[in-house]
Every structure is written in C-alpha cells, then in structure tokens.
C-alpha cells in the first residue's frame, strides 16, 4: 500500500510539473514519485560519502591540505 501526502507548490513548480506531466503524457503523482527518489538516491550517496570521509579522517587516512596544495603547485 502506497502513501499519500498532500505537498504546496509554489505556482512556477506546479505549472512546470503540469507542462511535463502534460509532454510525457504521465501523471503528476509519477513524475513527483520520481523526483522524490532521485533526490533521496543523491541526498543518501552524498550522507554516505560524507560518512566515509570522517572515518577516513578519524582513521587519518586523508592527504592534508597543505600537502595537497603543494602537490597541485608543482603541476604548474
């Protein structure tokens, strides 16, 4: 069973999401779905990656700055 939310849009979104809906020939409540999921995909990556990277940190498996900084001049 799905759930079912109401969601305002400001008039700009809702008349983009009509025009789509309307090109696509799909419905609002799809496109919507869809959009949901991919910013749930990229939000939990990018939760994931920043996770990744503190424990890398806290490991002190990262290249400081500074060494980097001096890495990246030398390509000049």
Same mark, same amino acid.
């Given at each position: @069973?799905?759930?079912?939310?109401t ?16 090109? %696509?020939?799909?419905?609002? %409540? ?16 990018? @939760?994931? $990656? ?8 806290? $490991?002190g498996?990262?290249i400081?700055?500074d ?10």
């Amino acid at each position: @069973m799905k759930d079912s939310f109401t969601v305002e849009l400001d008039p700009e979104v809702s008349q983009r999401l009509n025009r789509l809906a309307l090109a %696509t020939e799909r419905s609002k %409540t799809v496109l919507v779905e869809e959009a949901i999921k991919e910013y749930l995909g990229l939000q939990e990556w990018q @939760m994931h $990656a920043i996770q990744q990277a503190i424990q890398q940190d806290d $490991a002190g498996q990262l290249i400081p700055h500074d060494e980097i900084k001096h890495r990246v001049e030398g390509w000049e």
